[in-house]
């Protein structure tokens, strides 16, 4: 009997293996050239961006330049190589600047502590310090929280 399942155990795999279908080759660049008599496009490299050597280095790993057409580029080198933007017209700026600031988290007072909340993507964080403890942070929400309903009232 075990030699009848030794003789199972080391056929089996073969016999499976065996059974499947050869695969479908794939067509390759050259065999679809081949195919249909055409050549096919010479892969086109990517040029690489360098900063320009009449850049002005406005900050830390930061040049700026204004092309022939009146562009102003701002070229950032990163670990993986330098990058380029844009710079941004007056107009967005303000734009910007107009936007509500987003509040990371409200305090709410309770007695001698006050209880922070924070949205997070796993639902509310909430916290209790007490107001000798708060740290920079904290205090300046909790200033800002206290002003809010003086704004609303005026």
Same mark, same amino acid.
């Given at each position: 009997?075990?030699?009848?399942?030794?003789?199972?155990?080391? &056929?089996?795999?073969? +016999?499976?293996? $065996? #059974?499947?279908?050869?695969?479908?080759? =794939?067509?390759? @660049? /050259?065999?679809?050239? %081949?195919?249909?008599?055409?050549?096919?496009?010479?892969?086109?490299?990517?040029?690489?961006?360098?900063?320009?050597?009449?850049?002005?280095?406005?900050?830390?790993?930061?040049?700026?330049?204004?092309?022939?057409?009146?562009?102003?580029?701002?070229?950032?080198? &990163?670990?993986?190589? +330098?990058?380029? $933007? #844009?710079?941004?017209?007056?107009?967005? =700026?303000?734009? @910007? /600047?107009?936007?509500? %600031?987003?509040?990371?988290?409200?305090?709410?007072?309770?007695?001698?502590?006050?209880?922070?909340?924070?949205?997070?993507?796993?639902?509310?964080?909430?916290?209790?310090?007490?107001?000798?403890?708060?740290?920079?942070?904290?205090?300046?929400?909790?200033?800002?929280?206290?002003?809010?309903?003086?704004?609303?009232?005026?």
């Amino acid at each position: 009997m075990k030699r009848f399942v030794l003789a199972i155990a080391v &056929t089996l795999p073969l +016999i499976c293996s $065996a #059974e499947q279908t050869a695969p479908k080759k =794939k067509t390759t @660049a /050259a065999s679809a050239k %081949a195919a249909t008599g055409k050549k096919a496009a010479p892969p086109v490299a990517a040029k690489q961006l360098t900063i320009p050597a009449d850049a002005v280095q406005i900050g830390e790993n930061t040049y700026s330049k204004t092309d022939e057409q009146g562009k102003k580029w701002i070229y950032y080198q &990163t670990p993986f190589g +330098i990058t380029r $933007a #844009e710079e941004p017209t007056a107009a967005q =700026k303000q734009a @910007a /600047a107009m936007l509500p %600031a987003i509040p990371d988290y409200s305090a709410a007072e309770q007695g001698d502590s006050i209880r922070f909340t924070k949205a997070t993507p796993f639902g509310p964080l909430t916290w209790t310090r007490g107001k000798s403890e708060l740290t920079a942070d904290e205090r300046a929400t909790w200033e800002r929280q206290k002003q809010a309903p003086a704004k609303r009232d005026q």
